[in-house]
């Protein structure tokens, strides 16, 4: 089956610095791969979609990779804040009918003023 | 405006009882989720409706029964509640089922579901 991993479940990092989540699959290469933040008691919020077919994308400080050889997507937030603490999930996107996100654990990610 | 607002937002109760939650978006979309997030945090999928048809129900107990009154609402009802329901049940919608553009889902609030 489908397996989706978050490198790690929390990350701290430095006001200011780079902060890059990452996220692995196995089996098959979804058609877009969808990142999403989620902060404590609210519902996940959408932030970027990457297609198969795009190296990279960028928003503001955000920027995503996808590389589906190594199937595998990162994820920068670049000249990080403390507003960027938050649980961040990816998840799998088969643009199928009948085939549902498949969501990552997600990583929360801590940044220190 | 919110646009998928579910309720109740926490709801406790006892082993045994029934319970329902209620979820309406006025984003216009044509499909919508419900998702089961425990406490690991995985968001899992268990069902999905469009245009009020049930598209997706993913191994999920019969006690759990999605109701879709309209495409702009998506109830969920649980009989004879156990502990391990205990959990946060988000609500989702999305433009359509089949995406092109973009496939984002658009979450509510959650509701935190509490058994005892």
């Known amino acids: 089956s489908q397996k989706i991993e978050q490198n790690s479940e929390a990350l701290n990092i430095q006001e200011g610095k780079t902060a890059t989540l990452t996220c692995n699959y196995t089996?098959?290469?979804?058609?877009?791969l969808q990142w999403y933040r989620q902060d404590p008691g609210r519902g996940p919020v959408f932030l970027l979609l990457?297609?198969?077919?795009?190296k990279e994308k960028r928003k503001e400080r955000l920027k995503v990779t996808f590389d589906t050889t190594l199937k595998q997507s990162l994820f920068h937030i670049t000249a990080s804040q403390p507003a960027d603490s938050a649980t961040y999930l990816c998840?799998?996107?088969?643009?199928?009918?009948?085939?549902?996100?498949?969501f990552g654990k997600g990583t929360r990610l801590s940044v220190i003023a | 405006d919110t646009a998928v607002s579910q309720t109740p937002k926490y709801l406790v109760t006892q082993m045994g009882n029934d319970k329902s939650i209620k979820c309406e978006q006025n984003?216009?979309?044509?499909?919508m989720y419900w998702y089961k997030q425990d406490s690991k945090k995985f968001l899992k999928i268990m069902f999905s409706?469009?245009?009020?048809?049930?598209?997706i129900n993913e191994t999920v107990p019969n006690r759990f029964s999605p109701k879709s009154p309209d495409k702009a609402h998506l109830n969920l009802h649980i009989n004879s509640l156990e502990l391990g329901d205990s959990a946060v049940y988000f609500c989702?919608?999305?433009?359509?089922?089949?995406?092109?553009?973009?496939?984002?889902?658009?979450f509510g609030e959650g509701s935190r579901l509490t058994v005892l």
């Open positions: 989702a919608s999305s433009q359509t089922l089949r995406v092109v553009n973009t496939g984002e889902l658009f």
């Open positions: 089996n098959y290469s979804p058609a877009y």
């Open positions: 990457i297609r198969e077919n795009e």
């Open positions: 998840a799998l996107d088969f643009n199928s009918g009948n085939t549902p996100l498949v």
């Open positions: 984003l216009g979309h044509d499909t």
């Open positions: 409706y469009n245009n009020k048809e049930l598209i």
